[in-house]
Each structure stands twice: as structure tokens, then as C-alpha cells.
């Protein structure tokens, strides 16, 4: 677990303070996604969880322990980091970057290859084909996907992720947010995120808190949140297609009902009822085959369009 008590910071020079009198508790195991204008204080907040940067009042607790009252470097090999642009070594191969906490922790050889080829396979890639890899051989998407091995790989409870996807394409994105937040979901890990994507914030998060000029302005599930805004500048912020992300936050499988749909187009059962809508509005269709869940069953355009009219009330 992750607490922040009265956690105020203020960088020389500032008008106003970055983070002011902050209190938050992201729950063990849960994903908690930042999210707020530039300049809200969603960096900050994260990066003093590492101790990259220190509050001027106030206490961060990992755990129950005071960050400030331990080594730094000792508290860094216990907390996962993954930043905008990944941060590879570039010299290094993808198996010796992934390998960089367990070796500074002492870890044997043996332990240390398993432990890579595991989490290669855990983010999707070939430990064969990509274990001897250097990142420049990489696309943007296999660099950050060697970015979550790499902070993933001590098995570490806490994870950070600072704008994690903010330099990767718009359709490898998408992709990634969905697979690394399926990822981190059932490894159990305490997840701490900033983005500015809200529909990042929405898609990972368990729970979404919105920030605005140091200070939060609403706490609370991505579901919640889209419903009942806080005030007229979250509602603003989350933006007017409010009814869309809610479908995007709800699987096609929910709302399947038994019986084949002979010669529909087809869509997974976890696939979002937003990429559902977008499938029959593209194809012109009144309903899809659902697949993944066994039995034969089909979700209709009438049940979307229902449910779509829920979402907006």
C-alpha cells in the first residue's frame, strides 16, 4: 500500500506549490492512474513515492514505512519504474537490461536467465528472437514492453509508470494499455500511473484520481467518475462522449446472450462494448458472434444502444 499524509512540495522559484496538502491511499494491488492537466502536480506526486523527488511536509508510506526514514537506493530496488521513453541502455541487450535489478541484488546467473526469459514471455516476446536484441532493433512498442520486464523483473511490489505509452503510436498504445493493464491486474501488483490520456486512465486504472493545481479534485472508480463528475471542469476534462468511455469500460460478454449468429462479423468476448459499437457501425451490422466463451452467443446493437442510453443518464 501507498499513503500520502498532508504531502506538500514547492520547486524554488514556483508561484505556487506543485502538490499541496495531499492525502491519498492507493490500495495493495490495485492500479491507481493520475491524470490532470499539465502542471496539476501528477509527476511530482508519483516520483516522490522513489524519492526522486522530496516533499517539504508531509510523510509518503510504502508498506506502512516512512520512504524518508531509509536508503534511497535500497527503497529504489524494491519499487518498479517505467517511464515515457523507456530508458533502455542502449549498449545492452534486451536479456542484460531486464537483468539489471536481480544482477544489483545479487542474484545467480542461472536465476537471472530464468527470471528473463519468463518475464519476455509474460510481456509477449520471444525470449529466442529477442533475448540478444539492442533497443535500436526494437520498435517503440517492444521497448516499452522490455521496459515493464526490465521493472517487473525483481518481482518488486510497487510499480510506478510515468507517462508509460506517451511515446509509442497511437494503434500500439491502445494495444499496450489494454495487454500491460491485463498484465499488471493478475500479478497483483500495486500500481501508481500518470498519464494524460484520459482514456488510458480509464481503460488501467481501478481507480482514477483527477488533479488540478496540486490539489485533488476527485477520487474515485473510471465508472464513477464518468458518471458524476465532480464539477463542470472534470466533466470538461473526461470530456462530452462520457456515455462512449463508459462502454469501453464494459466487455462485449456482458451483455452476449446464448445462440449462434451465423455469418456476423465476429469479436471477443473481452473486447469493450465500445469496440463492439464501432464494429457494427462499420460493418452495418444488427448484431455480432461473440467468441472466447465457449457456448455460441451474439450481442445485438439494440443491447449497446440500451446500454449506451444507461451510461448517459
Not at 98 to 104: E, N, S
Not at 142 to 162: C, E, K, S
Not at 216 to 221: K, L, P, R
Request: a positive charge; charged letters at 25%.
Amino acid at each position: 500500500m501507498i499513503r500520502f499524509e498532508g504531502v506538500s512540495k514547492r520547486f524554488p522559484g514556483a508561484g505556487r506549490a506543485a502538490v499541496e496538502a495531499l492525502d491519498l491511499v492507493v490500495p495493495e494491488g490495485s492500479v491507481c492512474a493520475l491524470i490532470g492537466p499539465s502542471g496539476c502536480g501528477k509527476s511530482t506526486t508519483l516520483r516522490m513515492v522513489n524519492r526522486l523527488v522530496e516533499p517539504d511536509r508531509g510523510r509518503v508510506l510504502v508498506g506502512g514505512a516512512d520512504v524518508a526514514r531509509g536508503d534511497p537506493v535500497l527503497l529504489r530496488r524494491r519499487i518498479g519504474y517505467v517511464l515515457q521513453g523507456v530508458g533502455l541502455f542502449p549498449h545492452r541487450s534486451v536479456a542484460d537490461n531486464i537483468a539489471t535489478v536481480p544482477g544489483l541484488l545479487g542474484w545467480t546467473r542461472a536465476r537471472i536467465a530464468d527470471r528473463v526469459e519468463a518475464m519476455l514471455d509474460l510481456v509477449g516476446l520471444d525470449p529466442a528472437a529477442y533475448r540478444h536484441r539492442r533497443p535500436h532493433e526494437l520498435s517503440g512498442g517492444q521497448r516499452q514492453r522490455v521496459g515493464v520486464a526490465r521493472a517487473l523483473a525483481a518481482d518488486p511490489p510497487i510499480l510506478l509508470m510515468d507517462e508509460p505509452f506517451g511515446a509509442v503510436d497511437p494503434v500500439a498504445r491502445d494495444r499496450l494499455q489494454v495487454e500491460i493493464g491485463a498484465i499488471l491486474r493478475r500479478l497483483g501488483k500495486t500500481v501508481l500511473i500518470v498519464t494524460h490520456d484520459i482514456d488510458e486512465a480509464m481503460r488501467m486504472g481501478t481507480r482514477v484520481v483527477l488533479m488540478r493545481e496540486g490539489r485533488i479534485v476527485q477520487a474515485d472508480t473510471p465508472e464513477r467518475i464518468l458518471a458524476h463528475p465532480a464539477d463542470a471542469d472534470v466533466a470538461e476534462f473526461v470530456g462530452q462522449d462520457r456515455a462512449l468511455r463508459r462502454l469501453a469500460l464494459i466487455s462485449a460478454g456482458t451483455l452476449a446472450v446464448p445462440g449462434a449468429a451465423p455469418d456476423a462479423p465476429t469479436i471477443a468476448s473481452e473486447a469493450s462494448l465500445r469496440d463492439a459499437l464501432a464494429l457494427l457501425l462499420a460493418t452495418g451490422g444488427e448484431r455480432l458472434a461473440i467468441t472466447g466463451d465457449g457456448s455460441p452467443a451474439h450481442l445485438t446493437l439494440a443491447a449497446i444502444r440500451a446500454r449506451a442510453a444507461q451510461a448517459s443518464d
